[in-house]
């Protein structure tokens, strides 16, 4: 998967560069906000593509000792740089280049140079969001999920960022064709500057979505509700296991658990029998969700459980 993760912002990252360069070359000859707006915006996801690059190969380093959980983290500290670019370098410009077009007034423009733009850009932008729907639909595919579904689980930040910034250029761009449209039926520039403007909110908008979930995974988000029943389930269907007490998992890396369990254990068990159980349950429980690649396991026997509970 982080192959094609790979192959999918590297497509992306060449395809902002060249809007970025159409949509700057374009705003400076024509001094339309709205394109300098989307230039700005463009050249955001250019440098959070870079971000994504470095955390797909800083995070699949080998677990060593300062880091005994693998460096997964890597991802989602990324990813939360990328949603700061996006707020500070694409939101906060586009916002306050509008705000002052508005508040000014804008001057008129060549609007045939910005609608040739313009049509490149959407041309350049749908293509890299249709690259990374396809991806997004095969992944859902391959786990069994509807599409919806699947983004919202998914514990991999890398597409989830690119499939909303590919989202946001497409939106933007046709927030910014309405701009000079409207600019060119009333004769108003200022339209222009509500178009910036409106294009800034959008990327609060996914500054903010891309920044919630990282936060989420950064400070240790458990595993889905899905993966956690079914751990439970492998658990309990093994004989020797009578109760599971206490199961906590979290995510150290898009597809890497780290599972910590606390069991009821069969009486009669032996101490070899324990641990032969024990290897059996890390065995069926990485069957079952095989993103848990760490499972520690605190066995305790029935009759040691019951008469701690009674004693609290």
Sequence with gaps: MDRENRRTVVFAFVANLVIAAAKL?????????????????????CLNQVFLLVSLSLGRRRPDETHPFGHGKERFFWALLAAIMVFVGGAIFSIAQGVVVVARGGDEHSFRAAYVVLGIAL??????????VRQVRR????????????????????VKVVLAEDSASVAGVFVALAGIGLSQATGNPVWDGVASIGIGLILTLVAYAIGRDAKRLLIGEAATGEDRAAIERALLDHPAVL??????????????????AR???????????????MDELQRDVHQAVAAVRQIFIDPTPAHAHATATLGR
């Excluded at 932008?125 to 690259?131: K, T």
């Excluded at 992944?139 to 890398?158: E, L, N």
């Design 25 to 45: 070359a374009g705003g400076l000859t024509t001094g339309s906000s709205a394109l300098l707006a989307e230039a700005a915006h463009s050249l955001a996801d």
């Design 263 to 277: 069991l009821e254990l069969d009486d009669e068990l032996s101490t070899p029998s324990v641990e032969r159980v």
């Design 123 to 132: 041309l350049a932008e749908g293509i890299a969001l249709g690259r990374a």
């Design 243 to 260: 109760a599971v007490p206490e199961l906590l998992t979290m995510h150290v890396g898009p597809d890497d658990i780290l599972v910590a």
């Design 139 to 158: 992944q859902a595919r391959a786990a069994g999920k509807p599409v919806a579904a699947y983004v919202r689980a998914s514990r991999d930040p890398t």
